[in-house]
């Protein structure tokens, strides 16, 4: 029955990888649960395994002291002299207890403490041993499905493979084998503890040092990798001997390398790029296949880049879905603005003209008072042209300003612009008033066209006031009181004996 016992132990230990002293002591603990159960006692217990004979004893334990102040726990120097004659204070005397009356209650509580124990042993040997090996990559084969979830055989443990460490492209099947990198170990997790990746960009730095012996070796390091699993991996590589090629070390003699990767993503495309510590190389080369025609950096503190392309490039350099630029910035690790050509001298364009155009300050808004200028101003509308192309629920978010205001505002912007639009249609005929007169002025002539240009001019204002005025024929003999008289009478009618007679000298 001992041997029994004890070889039972030993399988338990070999199969959850635990050593027996583990075993037995969940043994013991059990033992000291199901007794203080059964006893109904507070006393201290202890539990004791016998590998000869296999018997589990329990003792209860009391602590000699001077005066008993816990009956419970302690016991005096006499009570314990009774007992164990050479007793001294601070010795335990230990007192057993039957164990065959537990009944069947305190074996069920022992068993599934015994069980509770060997998990946490259990938990706490996986947890240190898999903690260390995170990134690393193995072979699992698909145990069954929970939910979305994947449960892999790891040999001595099960795994994770969570709906979110799974290729988006890829179907498993129960049975199958898969090549997973491990990503975490959960020491608090109920299930699996370990949990494993196909979609981590770690997959593939793996994959490549198993193909690439320069890679294994070090001669070519991979310096990051950014990935989108199912779809398409950026990994940039560098070489520490300058004979090596990295790019072509890592595709290898006609793609073999390479398309071995490939296969084992199930035909995830990968996109090799030559490292390069400066930034902008760097981002020109991640961009690819696109061809960037120059790149800038915006905003170093927060490392932004602006990357402009031709036209025709510009989806190729997005990519499907912004795929491409989006990879490129995880790989470079800066937040990338692409524009085309066109985009961006349009951009130029309308900075140039924002920095020419006239401004007019809100002062010059009639009815408006200073403090309702101040509250616009506060909230960075400097101008009466940006004001102008505002909505009215957007000046309403300006603190106290309310639908009043915002009326008020309406009418002195649009009187104005009013007042603006007249005095633009008056500006033209003023011009042409100032023209005029320029051209009638004494002013010394470039040449004999503009000299014969003024008096044609002169001559036909002229012209123009002769005509306007009444004609008149004056004799010879009339003096200037008597045409002067004949003017005053426009009324009258004078033929030319009439005017003789009034000619005639006064008797």
């Known amino acids: 029955m001992a041997n029994l016992l004890y070889q039972q132990i030993e399988m338990l230990s070999r199969e959850k990888h635990i050593e027996a002293t583990v075993v037995v002591s969940a043994i013991e603990d059990a033992m000291v649960v199901a007794a203080r159960k059964y006893y109904k006692t507070e006393e201290d217990l202890r539990a004791k395994f016998n590998p000869e004979t296999g018997q589990v004893d329990v003792y209860s334990v009391h602590v000699v002291v001077e005066e008993v102040t816990d009956p419970k726990k302690e016991v005096s120097l006499a009570e314990a002299k009774k007992k164990n004659p050479a007793a001294e204070i601070g010795t335990e005397i230990t007192a ?213 392309v031709e036209d025709s490039q510009l989806s190729l350099a997005i990519g499907k879905k912004g795929q491409n630029v989006r990879l490129a910035s995880k790989l470079i690790g800066w937040d990338i603005d692409i524009k085309s050509e066109e985009e961006k001298r349009q951009e130029i364009e309308e900075q140039m003209t924002a920095l020419t155009a006239p401004t007019t300050p809100l002062t010059a808004l009639a009815g408006v008072g200073a403090k309702t200028i101040e509250k616009i101003e506060a909230a960075g509308i400097t101008n009466v042209e940006k004001l102008a192309g505002m909505t009215p629920e957007q000046l309403m978010e300006i603190p106290g300003i309310g639908e009043k205001m915002v009326d008020k505002i309406y009418q002195a912007v649009n009187r104005f612009y009013e007042g603006g639009v007249e005095a633009a249609a008056a500006a033209p005929a003023g011009e042409n008033t100032d023209d005029v007169a320029v051209e009638g002025e004494a002013t010394p002539p470039e040449g004999e066209a503009a000299a014969e240009s003024a008096e044609v001019s002169a001559e036909s204002r002229e012209g123009a006031a002769a005509e306007e005025a009444p004609v008149e024929t004056v004799a010879e003999g009339e003096t200037a009181a008597e045409v002067v008289a004949v003017e005053e009478t426009p009324t009258a009618q004078h033929s030319e004996g009439e005017v003789k007679a009034e000619g005639e000298p006064r008797p």
Do not use: W
């Open 96 to 308: 057993a207890k039957p164990t065959d009356v537990l009944g069947r209650i305190a074996a069920q509580t022992a068993k599934q403490v015994i069980l509770q124990k060997v998990r946490e042993a259990e938990r706490d040997t996986i947890y240190n041993e898999y903690h260390t090996r995170v990134g690393e990559l193995v072979t699992v084969i698909v145990k069954r499905a929970e939910g979305p979830d994947l449960i892999v055989d790891m040999g001595r443990t099960e795994a994770r493979l969570p709906k979110r460490e799974q290729s988006k492209l890829e179907t498993y099947n129960i049975g199958e084998r898969l090549r997973v990198v491990i990503k975490m170990v959960d020491r608090a997790a109920k299930g699996p503890q370990v949990i494993v990746s196909r979609a981590d960009a770690s997959l593939v730095q793996r994959l490549f040092e198993m193909e690439v012996p320069e890679i294994y070796d070090g001669t070519v390091q991979i310096r990051h990798a950014a990935r989108e699993a199912g779809e398409r991996t950026k990994v940039a590589v560098a070489s520490r001997d300058k004979d090596v090629d990295p790019v072509g070390a890592c595709v290898g003699m006609k793609g073999m390398r390479v398309q071995s990767i490939i296969r084992e993503l199930r035909g995830e495309k990968i996109d090799i790029i030559p490292y390069s510590e400066e930034t902008v190389a760097f981002a020109q080369k991640a961009l690819s296949p696109a061809k960037v025609t120059r790149v800038q950096i915006t905003d170093p503190e927060n490392r932004k880049l602006e990357v402009i």
